[in-house]
């Protein structure tokens, strides 16, 4: 079995859309390829609650209980080795809000996985809806993309474009892109799967 392991923060919502692509184009028999874990950094993320319905294995490492960043990713690499192992598992960002360390991002080179909310390399970092819409873009959209130690670079792999419209705010855009981070990121990775 391919394991994958998926890392989230909050709402899990592109966790839970990758779990029901994962069920529904039958990535097991397929590909032999699973979600073997969610590990969140915080306790009351809302997408914990969601993977275990969907009956995945779940997990909190809480950043806060780590003295240094390099700390809480060396304990955040050994589980996710232990719950992803046996062999090399796909790890996937799905709204997991840290900077990762150089060590951890070179530890799970070419298969380390992150979406986010802009049409990369327009706005990198946060708060991209509402920079968007000061910018005047007519167009926003979502990237999903290798991770390499720079933010928000490394090839990208899916992009997906929505219109800016008139009246929109940070929220009622974030919305629409998000509509869109459901379909590319389980694409993309159905797409690594095929690959490995
Ligand atoms: C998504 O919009 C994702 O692109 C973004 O956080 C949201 C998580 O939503 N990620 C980042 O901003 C990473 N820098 P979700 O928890 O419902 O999937």
Redesign the pocket.
Known sequence: MKNIVIL????????LAILKAAQRDRWAAKYRARVSAVISNRADAA?LALAREQGITTEVLDHKAYASRDAFDAALAQRIDHLGGPGEPLVV?????RILTPGFVGHYSGRLL????SLLPAFAG?N?HQRAIDAGCQLAG?TVHLVTPEL?HGPILAQAAVPVLPHDSADTL?AR??TQ?HVIYPAAIEKMLQKT
């Open positions: 989230i923060s909050g709402s899990g919502s592109n966790m997408g960002l799905a709204g997991f809000m992150n979406i986010h909310p946060l991209t979502a928000d974030a892109v998000l981070e």
